[in-house]
Structures are given as C-alpha cells and as structure tokens.
T-cell receptor, first 115, second 109 residues
Framework: DTEVTQTPKHLVMGMTNKKSLKCEQH?????MYWYKQKAKKPPELMFV???????INESVPSRFSPECPNSSLLNLHLHALQPEDSALYLC??????????????FGAGTRLSVL | TQLLEQSPQFLSIQEGENLTVYCNSS?????LQWYRQEPGEGPVLLVT?????EVKKLKRLTFQFGDARKDSSLHITAAQPGDTGLYLC?????????FGAGTILRVKS
C-alpha cells in the first residue's frame, strides 16, 4: 500500500478566510512534504518534515503554516491567502529521508481556489 | 543549484508511434524517479532507477539511467491514448527531489 490521503479534494476560500489542508499516510514513512503545483508545471517544494520536525522551509510566506501532529499526519494551515496562491497542493511521504534511494509517494492533491 | 533539463516540453503524436523523453543534468543523483500525472491528480510513481547504466522495463515503457547517473530517458513503444499525461523526472538529492520541467504528452487516436 503506497497511499497518501489528502483532504479536502477541492477548496474555495476568500482572502480573509482561515482553512487547513490535511494529509495522512499509514505506511510508517518518516518524512512528509508539502508541494505547490501550478498547471502544467512541476511541483515546487514548500516544506519538509523529517521525523516530525520541520527540516526544510523553502522561504514560504508566513500565510502558509505547516504542522505535523504525529508521524502519520501533516497539516497546512492557510490564512490571508492571495489569488496567486490558487494551485494544486500536493502532499508526499517517504520512508528514509535523506537517503539516496528514498522514494516519495504523492497524494491526489487539494485543488485550492482563492477568491 | 541542481537542475534537471527535461525535453521535449510538449509532444503530440498519433497512436502507435514511439517516443523518447530525456532528462539531463550536470549533477549526479543518488536515484531518479519517473512520475506520470493526469490533470487534477497527484503524480504517480512509474519507476525508480538507482544504478548507473540501469535499464528497467514496464510493459511498453523503457527507462534508462545514464552510466554517470546524471541523465535518464523514458522510451514509450506504440503509444496509446491512455498514455496521455504529464511525465515528470525527478532526481533525489539529499532530502529533496529536483524535478524536471515536465513533458506534456498527447496521444491522438
């Protein structure tokens, strides 16, 4: 089983709203990732949690706030977003962070629209 | 900065034709993954190659990793409309995946 589950699948929010994206995996993976993807472009890394600790923040604006409550769950809290933040947000997980043969498995994504 | 140059960016072919997608870099990667993504969905892993010179086959898809682990190719034989999608190569570098720009493949019936 290589399933990464993301909810919700679609989200529409106003610029003053607060919302959260959720990601879950039960493969015992020790790293979880958030990516942002625009149409027909490759995913762009936002955050990496390794062993439940934030290890990489790719200079993401503070209106995006990640949280890793435990090794199976990853949240992305959204506040005061801009229309240009509209994108597909992807979660991924991997078993052996930092090891050369580590493989990332992706969820289906949350399609976010900011009005 | 590690870069993966992927080509071509767009490919529109007829059903039954063959095609090759290339990923090239000046950096050495520990491994390289190929993903396929359909609109509105997440990337789905096709294959991982880890050894220089490695060749892997997945039905009509053949993946090759360069001897120096700096480049890779994906060859599709007798393409079918179901092969349509965005193909992404991604090199593993430390805790990160370095993605190519992607190849949008359209196979017309």
């Amino acid at each position: 089983d290589t399933e990464v589950t993301q909810t919700p699948k679609h989200l529409v929010m106003g610029m003053t709203n607060k919302k959260s994206l959720k990601c879950e995996q039960h493969m015992g993976h020790r790293a979880m990732y958030w990516y942002k993807q625009k149409a027909k472009k490759p995913p762009e890394l936002m955050f990496v949690y390794s062993y439940e600790k934030l290890s990489i923040n790719e200079s993401v604006p503070s209106r995006f706030s990640p949280e890793c409550p435990n090794s199976s769950l990853l949240n992305l809290h959204l506040h005061a977003l801009q229309p240009e933040d509209s994108a597909l947000y992807l979660c991924a997980s991997s078993q052996h962070p930092g090891q050369g043969r580590d493989i990332q498995y992706f969820g289906a994504g949350t399609r976010l629209s900011v009005l | 900065t590690q870069l993966l140059e992927q080509s071509p960016q767009f490919l529109s072919i007829q059903e039954g034709e063959n095609l090759t997608v290339y990923c090239n870099s000046s950096s050495v990667f520990s491994s390289l993954q190929w993903y396929r993504q359909e609109p509105g969905e997440g990337p789905v892993l096709l294959v991982t190659v880890v050894t220089g010179g490695e060749v892997k086959k997945l039905k009509r898809l053949t993946f090759q990793f360069g001897d120096a682990r700096k480049d890779s190719s994906l060859h599709i034989t007798a393409a079918q409309p179901g092969d349509t999608g965005l193909y992404l190569c991604a090199g593993a570098y430390g805790n990160k995946l370095v993605f190519g720009a992607g190849t949008i493949l359209r196979v017309k019936s």
